[in-house]
């Protein structure tokens, strides 16, 4: 992301949603508290947890000096997901002319803030979004996570989400999502979204079509988030997102599918045939081989530029695999079971 220096600047609202965070708040808010910009608040939303956070919110709420404010979320509405509600209770509550939503689950430089303060007012966009360092832990983690790379820097370059004002080159994280307050008011915030579960995109998406600039950079040196802890929670939060993510299309899921087993697992079976068979065929052999280097090649890259573990890259196919498992999941418990499964919450908006 883009240096800047500048100490002066608009006052922001900070704010983050919290619900069962009792791992992550304080790290998270602390890491909001050593900030080198002036002219912010923190607003933390307390999303009826079960566990230690509100204890823990409490704590830091004596140690902030008032820079942080504690809110309580009220009843979920119907028609809501839990993250938009939270969203749009904490905007209602902002001072700011700036707004920056970022998860319970990030760590912030100290310069965070204001390099992105800097980025969102030297550009004139309306809208910022930052792809924060994933911290991946288990090898569950390394394997799959990184796909979300590979998605953005194979099928949809963040330069297009930069220079193109079509609404189908959209991507934001909801890890960090920066506004400007007015433009923010005026697609109607986080109500505009708030039976979208991939939120993150659709808010992009409402910007682009309301005519508004939206600009999104690799922020790995500034922001870093731990999204998940270990298979299961891979399985359920990837399985949460993946159909949400293309519209509840049955047949762009289906396609999906064939695509990844077409380019990425196809290659190996064809390769591992011609090699039992003792055939070096140029269909059979040479051309999938190319297939399966050109395919790591783009992962070892993507694992260079944020950071991730080389050696884990050369295992694609396994974490392809995983990634048609949580597809079909993804299908199958959204529109044959209780739907999506989020923090004790069920969400089923495709009918």
Known sequence: MPENSSQAGPFVSVMVPARNEELNIERCVRSLLRQDYEAFEILVLDDGSTDATPELL???LKESGG??????GETLPWGWHGKAWACFQLSRQSKGDLLL????????????LRRSVGAIQGSGADMLSLMPYQELGSFWEKIVVPLVHVILMCYLPLRFVRTS?????????????FFRKEFYERIGGHAAVKDALVEDVWLCRAVKKAGGRVIAFNGADVVSCRMYHNFKEIWDGFSKNLFAAIGYSSPGLLMLVLIIVALYIVPYAFLFGSLLVGSLDVAMFWIPLFQIIIALLCRVIIAGVFRQSIPISFLHV????????????????IKFGRGSSWKGRNYNFSR
Do not use: K, W, Y
């Open 58 to 60: 409490n704590c830091l």
């Open 101 to 112: 939503f970022t998860d319970a689950d990030t760590m912030h430089e100290p310069d965070a």
């Open 318 to 333: 396994l974490s392809q695999m995983v990634l048609v498992g949580i597809a079909i999941n993804s299908f199958v418990t």
């Open 165 to 177: 004002p079509r609404p189908a080159f959209s991507f934001a994280n909801g890890q960090f999502i």
């Open 67 to 72: 820079r942080l404010r504690v809110l309580r």
